[in-house]
């Protein structure tokens, strides 16, 4: 054998070496599920929306959670649901946002299927909760899908603590709603771009790179000297939240008196329900809004733990409960039937497992049931649906 010969047979074991070692990286990555899959597309106008049929897992970096994830025909994450109501039931279209989607649960304890259970045989309970969505959104939704199902009951789902950002143009930066000159809503913007560079990119693809990058962008100290020797340029820097006066800008919805800024977010979201409202009850069904609170009011202790994490917050005033207030307020002037979910929330938190996942911070199987029986309660108390065969389903 040549020389040359011998170097190439080295360059050669060596470059099968990588590829047998990257394959093997790779296939455990996807065998251990460390990365979450994607379940959305682009929407000209709901920003974004479910992949209908796509299938695959979901967790996050603390591995609080591993969940297999099925999107249904029609786009939502739920059992399937034909758009014809069969004779003889009686539909409940669960409009929200991840509060309502759930990715952090198995499917079979999520509040919609187990607020089906609940309320019996006779009632279907649609679940039609998507990540990022706010009011904006929901509408368009109902508009053009959530109408198909001849819903006798729309109920919103509202989170105070970004629904109010989500509806305005200049407060939210993943899925801002568009108006036109006369206040009307024309659509919610994608983020298109870089939905497009996740069609096409390789690294994308790779959940090997995908996994490595995100262990690097959370540990700095290992980032830091691999960018100096150029090895790491490329890592994109983690999205930072935004702020104002140095407090992310989320928790100025807890001001005690809203800037000017946000009371026109509040003045877009209540012109949003009302339109929400308005399209329920012209395509015959009834319309109720079940008040999500921030899990600062059912843990206090999180709270603290906020102000400690942001020196901009601490001395100043907050009103966590002040959203709802201001949300129930609308609700009895406009005679919408509203539940604030938080008193049974903060009732259970002796009794019931953890109802909020610590870091993830969207409720777990303990949280879904119980925001599952109070809405059950508030649907049967305010007549808006009946109750044939009430708890014959058990959790497993």
Avoid at 230 to 252: C, F, I, K, Q
Wanted: glycine fraction near 8%; aromatic fraction near 8%.
């Amino acid at each position: 054998m040549t020389r040359g010969q011998e170097v190439s047979a080295w360059a050669l074991l060596l470059l099968l070496g990588l590829l047998l070692g990257g394959g093997l990286v790779e296939a455990g990555v996807r065998v251990l599920h460390l990365v979450p899959d994607r379940f959305w597309e682009p929407d000209a106008k709901l920003g974004w929306r479910h992949s209908a049929g796509r299938t695959g897992w979901w967790t996050q970096e603390d591995r609080e959670f591993l969940v297999p994830i099925s999107i249904s025909r029609q786009g939502l994450r739920d059992v399937e649901h034909a758009y014809a109501k069969p004779a003889g039931v009686t539909r409940v279209l669960l409009l929200g946002d991840s509060f309502i989607e759930a990715l952090q649960v198995p499917l079979a304890a999520t509040v919609a299927r187990r607020l089906e259970a609940h309320l019996g045989a006779t009632t279907e309970v649609i679940n039609a909760g998507v990540s990022g969505y706010g009011t904006a959104s929901e509408l368009l939704f109902l508009r053009d899908q959530g109408l198909r199902y001849a819903p006798d009951v729309v109920l919103l789902a509202f989170y105070p603590g970004n629904d109010v950002k989500n509806n305005s143009a200049t407060l939210e930066d993943i899925l801002p709603p568009v108006y036109d000159g006369g206040g009307k809503l024309e659509r919610v913007t994608a983020p298109l771009e870089g939905f497009a560079r996740a069609r096409t990119g390789w690294r994308d693809h790779v959940q090997a790179y995908r996994y490595t990058r995100q262990l690097l962008l959370r540990h700095p100290e290992l980032t830091a000297p691999l960018r100096r020797l150029g090895v790491a340029a490329s890592l994109d820097a983690p999205r930072a939240a935004r702020e104002r006066d140095g407090v992310p800008v989320d928790y100025w919805v807890y001001a005690p008196e809203p800037s000017a800024e946000w009371e026109d977010a509040w003045r877009r979201t209540e012109s949003l329900l009302a339109a929400v409202r308005a399209t329920a009850i012209s395509a015959g069904s009834r319309f109720a809004i079940a008040v999500i609170p921030s899990r600062y009011q059912i843990y206090p202790e999180l709270w603290a733990e906020t102000l400690a994490a942001h020196p901009a917050m601490q001395g100043r005033a907050w009103e966590l409960a002040g959203p709802t207030r201001r949300l129930l307020r609308w609700c009895e002037t406009q005679g919408v039937p509203c539940l604030d979910l938080a008193a049974g929330l903060v009732a259970a938190v002796k009794t019931s497992a953890p109802l909020y996942f610590h870091h993830d911070g969207h409720w777990t199987a303990a949280g879904h049931e119980t925001v599952a029986q109070q809405l059950k309660n508030f649907l049967r108390e305010r007549q808006l649906v009946s109750v044939q065969e009430a708890e014959t389903h058990e959790l497993h």
